[in-house]
């Protein structure tokens, strides 16, 4: 194992973060799986299933089991995890910038475009070597000014020619589900299997923001639609697959959780062929894909003291009824209900709402949204 310290660009005089990457393999061993935990930093799950990735990874590497390459960075972000308010963590948004953490990450499809668009040819290998190193000499060429700007970088530094891309998050309260563009969900499937996921919500290039996963799958997708778009045809594929993968709730922090998540991932890297072993068979799945935009989102149409009904994971009917929220001045009570059904996959862990806030969210199979389809 190798353990890399990098030092990220210092915001303030006399004040310097580390962002340490570990790698397993040999540098140049494909596949090449990249995987990160709490980019949003107040969310932990991942940080504790790194814990238990690292361990394994270490025994493999010790008996030559490591056949391609693993970057794990078990604290993606030194940043957030250090800014609190009141006692209270708050890991998703740079206080300096209010920026979310994980928006805002490069266009790599117009670097390579620029670059070595114009140069690809019939060999499709080669295509995917000139794309990665092209885009790995930009990444190199660039110099951060702010220590977020060099968080992002140092990032795809690691991350950029991955062929596998792991971004391990959580929500507020929630079943275990994935995020994955479109072009990328088909091998990431068998991930969804093991991990027993309960929701798939996938979408086309574009959900919005420019989040970490989003930009680079979409490397590839956009590449080619660039390519298609200016008559240059070449072979050039999917060439990685990255999926946001939210394990459960902010709460959901234990070992019990966290090792069987780590053996899930752990039978995908042997599916791939990273880690010698067989995984066994691929569980039946407990999800069907739905669209990214079929999520559908209950707000509080008024202020009030939140009474849910229905749990995470429960399967709506349209029409079924997710919470009460109450005014205990007024005695009056608003109904929230799902128009269009389905999963009930997370919902707030707050229990006053303001108006306006998020309650819950529902995986529908019918795209009802346009537009920006992630959170702020
Ligand atoms: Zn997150």
């Known amino acids: 194992m190798d353990a890399r310290h990098h030092t990220l660009p210092c915001t303030s005089l006399g004040s310097t973060r580390t962002l340490t990457s570990l790698h397993y393999g040999v ?10 935990a709490s980019l949003h930093a107040d969310e932990l799950p991942g940080m504790l299933v790194a814990h238990h990735l690292r361990e394994r990874l270490m025994k493999a590497e010790r008996s030559g089991q490591v056949l391609g ?6 604290v993606a972000n030194p940043i957030g995890l250090a800014q609190r308010i009141d006692h209270r963590p708050m890991g ?3 206080l300096n910038t209010s920026e979310n953490f994980n928006r805002s990450y490069p266009d790599l499809a117009q670097v390579a475009f620029e670059r070595v668009g114009r140069e690809l040819g019939s060999d499709l290998d080669k295509n995917v070597a000139m794309v990665r190193a092209a885009v790995l000499d930009w990444l190199s060429e660039q110099t951060p000014l702010t220590e977020l700007e060099g968080l992002r970088l140092t990032l795809y530094r690691l991350a950029a020619d991955a062929d596998v891309v792991l971004d391990l998050h959580c929500d507020a309260e929630a079943v275990l589900h994935l995020y994955s563009e479109t072009a990328c969900w088909p091998p990431l499937e068998p991930l969804a299997c093991w991990l027993g996921a309960q929701t798939v919500l996938v979408a086309d290039y574009g959900a919005g923001g420019q989040p970490f996963d989003e930009q680079l799958s979409g490397l ?3 590449l080619a639609a660039r390519l298609a778009a200016h008559g240059i045809e070449v072979p050039l594929p999917q060439a990685c697959a990255s999926a946001t ?8 922090v234990g070992h019990a959780w966290a090792e ?11 599916h791939l062929g990273v880690i010698a072993g067989d995984p066994g068979p691929v569980p039946e799945p407990r999800f069907v894909p739905t669209p990214l935009a079929g999520s559908e989102t209950l707000k509080a149409p008024c202020p009030g003291v939140i009474a849910f009904h229905a749990e995470v994971g429960t399967v709506l009917s349209p029409g079924a009824l997710v919470a009460e929220i109450i005014d205990p001045l007024s005695g009056q009570t608003a109904l929230l209900r799902t128009a269009q059904g389905g999963v009930l996959y997370a919902r707030t862990r707050e229990r006053y709402a303001p108006a306006g806030l998020t309650v819950a969210k529902v995986a529908g199979h019918r795209p009802v949204r346009t537009g920006n389809l992630l959170s702020e």
């Open 260 to 270: 069987r998540d780590a053996d899930a991932i752990w039978r995908y890297l042997q």
């Open 92 to 94: 998703r948004f740079e």
């Open 27 to 36: 540098a140049a061993a494909r596949p090449k799986v990249y995987i990160q």
């Open 245 to 252: 993968v939210e394990l459960r709730g902010e709460a959901d």
């Open 220 to 222: 590839w997708s956009q």
């Open 69 to 74: 390459q693993v970057v794990l960075v078990p």
